[in-house]
């Protein structure tokens, strides 16, 4: 079956950074989309960025815009969250999302077919 592993998380101060991996196990790397959201307590999950099939198309959230970039290295069956100038509003868990979807990029919850299991990252002031 179909598996998503995050690593990369932690505690960092204010103005730092981070890499988030996704490592992607069970099916061809490249027959997915995918997408990172997060999650802090008492709120919805909500939608970070994504990034197409191909590597070739990404898109933000307006709240990370210029500051992560998503990347996919499919030869490593891998999609990375880099992560720079954190802020204390950027504490959550992250998650990375899988879509069974060759088209362009996916931005709600509910399209994706696979979710790991969620990377905490904490920034401090």
């Known amino acids: 079956q179909v598996q998503l592993v995050e690593s990369g998380g932690g505690l960092v101060q204010a103005g730092g950074s981070l890499r988030l991996s996704c490592a992607v196990s069970?099916?061809?790397?490249?027959?997915?989309?995918m997408g990172w959201f997060r999650q802090t307590p008492g709120k919805e999950r909500e939608f970070v960025g994504c990034?197409?099939?191909?590597?070739?198309?990404?898109d933000y959230a307006d709240s990370v815009k210029g500051r992560f970039t998503i990347s996919r290295d499919n030869a490593k069956n891998t999609v990375y969250l880099q992560m720079n100038s954190l802020k204390p509003e950027d504490t959550a868990v992250y998650y990375c999302?899988?879509?069974?979807?060759?088209?362009?990029?996916?931005?709600?919850?509910?399209?994706?077919?696979?979710w790991g299991q969620g990377t905490q990252v904490t920034v401090s002031t």
């Open positions: 990034i197409d099939w191909s590597g070739g198309r990404t």
């Open positions: 069970g099916r061809t790397f490249s027959s997915f989309a």
């Open positions: 999302a899988a879509a069974l979807w060759r088209g362009g990029n996916i931005y709600r919850e509910q399209d994706y077919n696979y």
